[in-house]
């Protein structure tokens, strides 16, 4: 398995973000992407998960078959990630366990069906410490709590690429610690990672790319 | 499929939970309805006559109020950026989201429009004509709603514009659920025009979700 960028160019409003980003990802290993505020990580991220259409260059994720049965050549990386942005994706009006168990339903893949929607749910609640949680609003929560929850939906379904948008934002040093054993093992397992941080992040096996900020250019 | 009904669950429950979407369109269609003699007159006839009308009217104004939401809360909260990745197309998430507005709006009003027939006075054997016009001509509003309410999904007070961008779109809707109402009253070719209006609805269905998906894509950016 391998994720492929080739000469990746990025705008936002005509705006040059990203010039030439290119890389390979195998599988296993993760990559930290850093550099300033306006450097153009999330805008990264966002192309990477097929939000955003690259200006020129393209993103390909090879070798994933098996699991579907399809031939494996490329499919649509939005297809095979998990994408955790700025913001949690938790719908307050519901409880942190209903929040997972509808993520753990949508997102199902053929390698979850091993495991009962409840059994990934309550696993997921736990590896995050929400256990005491589960039935609690999450409108009543607090933002690292939330933070918790919505990363817990890395844990409910299973995808190869996980791309992590500053996934530290709010949470404590006990809970930024469980987040990086999750992606560690998430390696381990031959999954692949692309964490934006500006927090130096225990992350193995991983390379770095830093990004620098264009100036405003025509 | 499983992804489809667990959207379509999520979000009738959040309708439930969250409550206020469909109280504010009830309460709109009642008051709506309820100005309109007091702006008209005691001239129990001209309100026998023009009652369909009113009450359909009336339906599509409420109906616009909770179109805002449909994918502007899942927008804030991040969720819509998640429910794009995955298997499931984008098309198929704007069907599930324009089905459960269906249900949790559409239908509740077209069940109300007989309890406000009673104030204008509208002939009972009219009843069961508009709330089968209404259940029938009501997935196009929603359905050719979520497309308005995809392409303002990040403009600032789109609820207006929605009204703007999506009203004259109801414009066959009405007129051919109003055909078929007075088909009943008087006029032939009511099971005509329950036909187009069935056609109206299924089109809508088919075609306003690969709309609105466009309209999503360009929006997420």
């Given at each position: 398995?391998?994720?492929?960028?080739?000469?990746?160019?990025?705008?936002?409003?005509?705006?040059?973000?990203?010039?030439?980003?290119?890389?390979?990802?195998?599988?296993?290993?993760?990559?930290?992407?850093?550099?300033?505020?306006?450097?153009?990580?999330?805008?990264?991220?966002?192309?990477?998960?097929?939000?955003?259409?690259?200006?020129?260059?393209?993103?390909?994720?090879?070798?994933?078959?098996?699991?579907?049965?399809?031939?494996?050549?490329?499919?649509?990386?939005?297809?095979?990630?998990?994408?955790?942005?700025?913001?949690?994706?938790?719908?307050?009006?519901?409880?942190?366990?209903?929040?997972?168990?509808?993520?753990?339903?949508?997102?199902?893949?053929?390698?979850?069906?091993?495991?009962?929607?409840?059994?990934?749910?309550?696993?997921?609640?736990?590896?995050?410490?929400?256990?005491?949680?589960?039935?609690?609003?999450?409108?009543?929560?607090?933002?690292?709590?939330?933070?918790?929850?919505?990363?817990?939906?890395?844990?409910?379904?299973?995808?190869?690429?996980?791309l992590l948008d500053e996934p530290t934002v709010s949470l404590d040093t006990g809970s930024a610690d469980?987040?990086?054993?999750?992606?560690?093992?998430?390696?381990?397992?031959?999954?692949?990672?692309?964490?934006?941080?500006?927090?130096?992040?225990?992350?193995?096996?991983?390379?770095?790319?830093?990004?620098?900020?264009?100036?405003?250019?025509? | 499929?499983?992804?489809?009904?667990?959207?379509?669950?999520?979000?009738?429950?959040?309708?439930?939970?969250?409550?206020?979407?469909?109280?504010?369109?009830?309460?709109?269609?009642?008051?709506?309805?309820?100005?309109?003699?007091?702006?008209?007159?005691?001239?129990?006839?001209?309100?026998?006559?023009?009652?369909?009308?009113?009450?359909?009217?009336?339906?599509?104004?409420?109906?616009?109020?909770?179109?805002?939401?449909?994918?502007?809360?899942?927008?804030?909260?991040?969720?819509?950026?998640?429910?794009?990745?995955?298997?499931?197309?984008?098309?198929?998430?704007?069907?599930?989201?324009?089905?459960?507005?269906?249900?949790?709006?559409?239908?509740?009003?077209?069940?109300?429009?007989?309890?406000?027939?009673?104030?204008?006075?509208?002939?009972?054997?009219?009843?069961?004509?508009?709330?089968?016009?209404?259940?029938?001509?009501?997935?196009?509003?929603?359905?050719?709603?979520?497309?308005?309410?995809?392409?303002?999904?990040?403009?600032?007070?789109?609820?207006?514009?929605?009204?703007?961008?999506?009203?004259?779109?109801?414009?066959?809707?009405?007129?051919?659920?109003?055909?078929?109402?007075?088909?009943?009253?008087?006029?032939?070719?009511?099971s005509a025009a329950m036909l187009i209006l069935a056609a109206l609805s299924l089109t809508s269905v088919?075609?306003?979700?690969?709309?609105?998906?466009?309209?999503?894509?360009?929006?997420?950016?």
């Amino acid at each position: 398995m391998q994720l492929v960028a080739e000469n990746l160019v990025l705008e936002r409003g005509n705006r040059k973000v990203a010039n030439d980003v290119s890389f390979t990802l195998e599988g296993g290993s993760g990559l930290v992407l850093t550099g300033p505020n306006g450097s153009g990580k999330s805008t990264l991220l966002r192309a990477l998960a097929g939000y955003l259409r690259p200006a020129s260059g393209s993103v390909r994720i090879l070798g994933i078959g098996g699991s579907d049965g399809d031939t494996g050549e490329s499919c649509e990386v939005g297809e095979v990630c998990h994408f955790v942005g700025h913001l949690d994706g938790i719908k307050s009006h519901l409880t942190a366990a209903e929040n997972l168990t509808f993520w753990a339903t949508y997102l199902s893949d053929r390698a979850d069906s091993g495991h009962s929607v409840a059994h990934r749910v309550y696993d997921a609640l736990e590896v995050f410490a929400l256990n005491a949680l589960a039935d609690i609003p999450a409108g009543y929560m607090s933002a690292g709590q939330k933070r918790r929850l919505g990363l817990a939906r890395l844990l409910v379904a299973h995808r190869p690429l996980w791309l992590l948008d500053e996934p530290t934002v709010s949470l404590d040093t006990g809970s930024a610690d469980i987040l990086v054993k999750a992606i560690n093992r998430h390696l381990s397992d031959g999954g692949m990672a692309i964490v934006a941080t500006h927090l130096p992040l225990a992350i193995e096996p991983a390379r770095g790319i830093s990004l620098v900020r264009k100036e405003a250019q025509a | 499929m499983s992804a489809f009904l667990a959207l379509l669950k999520r979000d009738l429950m959040l309708s439930v939970r969250q409550g206020g979407a469909l109280g504010t369109a009830l309460g709109f269609y009642m008051l709506v309805v309820t100005l309109l003699p007091l702006g008209l007159g005691q001239d129990l006839n001209l309100l026998s006559r023009i009652a369909p009308g009113i009450l359909w009217i009336a339906l599509l104004l409420a109906a616009l109020l909770s179109l805002g939401r449909v994918f502007s809360s899942d927008h804030e909260d991040g969720t819509l950026d998640v429910l794009a990745t995955g298997r499931m197309p984008l098309e198929m998430v704007v069907g599930a989201k324009a089905l459960a507005h269906w249900i949790s709006t559409g239908i509740p009003l077209a069940l109300t429009a007989p309890v406000l027939g009673l104030m204008l006075n509208l002939d009972i054997a009219v009843y069961p004509l508009l709330m089968a016009t209404m259940l029938v001509g009501t997935p196009a509003v929603s359905f050719i709603g979520a497309v308005g309410a995809a392409l303002t999904l990040r403009s600032y007070r789109g609820g207006l514009l929605i009204a703007l961008l999506v009203l004259p779109l109801y414009v066959p809707t009405l007129i051919f659920g109003m055909a078929a109402v007075n088909g009943l009253l008087g006029v032939s070719g009511t099971s005509a025009a329950m036909l187009i209006l069935a056609a109206l609805s299924l089109t809508s269905v088919v075609l306003c979700p690969f709309a609105a998906a466009a309209a999503l894509r360009v929006q997420m950016q």
